[in-house]
C-alpha cells in the first residue's frame, strides 16, 4: 500500500476510531494513543480485509480492545490525568450533548455513541463490544435515561 492509500485509509476510517476512543477513554491523550496504535495495527495487516463491512468491524473491534488494554493497565491506575476530554471533532450544534455523553459510565458512553454517533445496530454493536444483545439493549436504555436526565437538567 502506497503512503497515499495510507493516508486516504486514514482520512476515511480516522474519525470513527478517533470518536470511539475518546468516547471510550474520555480523555484525548489516551485516544490519541489508541489512535495510532489501531492504525498501526491495520497497516500490518491490511491485505486480511475483504471488503469494507469487514474493516469497519474490525476497527472498531480493535479500537474497543486498546481501550479495554488501556484503561485496564496497572501504569494506568497510578496516574491522575492532566486534562479531561474536549469535544474534539465534534460539531458545535452538539457539543453540549457530546460533553454529557462523555459525562456518563464508562459502559454506558461505548453504546451510545457507537448507536448515535456511528449508527450501528444493537446487534453490529453486541458483536463489536463481544457482549449479548440483551446486555447491550439494557445499557441502551439505561444510558439513554441518564443522558435524558443530564441533558433536562442542563434544559437543552
Known amino acids: 500500500m502506497t ?3 495510507r493516508t486516504q485509509m486514514v482520512e476515511r476510517w480516522g474519525n470513527l476510531v478517533w470518536r470511539l476512543a475518546l468516547a471510550r477513554t474520555a480523555s484525548v491523550p489516551d485516544a490519541e494513543d489508541v489512535f495510532q496504535e489501531v ?3 491495520y497497516f500490518r495487516h491490511e491485505d486480511r480485509f ?6 469497519k ?7 474497543v480492545n486498546r481501550c479495554k488494554s488501556l484503561l485496564s ?10 486534562e479531561t476530554a474536549e469535544e474534539v471533532g465534534v460539531e458545535d450544534d ?9 459525562s456518563l459510565p464508562a459502559k454506558y458512553r461505548a453504546v451510545i455513541h457507537l448507536h448515535y454517533f456511528e449508527g450501528l445496530s444493537v446487534a453490529e454493536m ?3 463490544l ?4 440483551g446486555t447491550v439493549k439494557s445499557q441502551l436504555s439505561r444510558g439513554r435515561a441518564l443522558l435524558r436526565d443530564m441533558l433536562e437538567e442542563v434544559e437543552l
Do not use: K
Open 126 to 128: 453486541a458483536e463489536a
Open 94 to 102: 452538539y457539543r453540549e450533548v457530546y460533553a454529557a455523553v462523555l
Open 73 to 82: 493497565s496497572p501504569w494506568r491506575r497510578r496516574t491522575v490525568p492532566l
Open 57 to 63: 468491524a474490525w476497527f472498531i473491534r480493535c479500537t
Open 3 to 5: 503512503q497515499e492509500q
Open 39 to 41: 492504525f498501526l495495527r
Open 50 to 55: 475483504q471488503s469494507d463491512e469487514h474493516r
Open 130 to 133: 463481544d457482549m449479548p444483545e
